[in-house]
């Protein structure tokens, strides 16, 4: 099993930055990919970002330029660089730890954006 912690939500201006953590314990050898998604009131759940086992990245179209995903594996965290955010940024913002045989989600952290 995998747990995952996330941290770094808060209010910030538009304009403004954030980063989220995603710290994992646990099973973390069996990791394939580490994705955040967030959830805006009355929508869907979406994938923002993922970052596979190998490094490589991928991105929604509405945050491509504006975020990025990286990790550190000696800390087993995943982090997302936040820039240039807008008020739609606004969602609760979730990491999930994609194994073979099983998904593990965090409990979620609140960003919101506004003046």
């Known amino acids: 099993q995998v747990q995952l912690v996330e941290s770094g939500g808060g209010l910030v201006q538009p304009g403004g930055s954030l980063r989220l953590s995603c710290a994992a314990s646990g099973t973390t050898i069996s990791i394939n990919t580490m994705d955040w998604y967030r959830q805006a009131p009355g929508k869907q759940r979406e994938l923002v970002a993922v970052?596979?086992?190998?490094?490589?990245?991928n991105y929604a179209d509405s945050v491509k330029g504006r975020f990025t995903i990286s990790r550190d594996d000696a800390k087993n965290t995943v982090y997302l660089q936040m820039d240039s955010l807008k008020p739609e940024d606004t969602a609760v913002y979730y990491c999930?730890?994609?194994?073979?045989?099983?998904?593990?989600w965090g409990q979620g952290t609140q960003v919101t954006v506004s003046s």
């Open positions: 999930c730890a994609r194994l073979t045989t099983a998904n593990y």
């Open positions: 970052i596979t086992r190998g490094g490589s990245t």
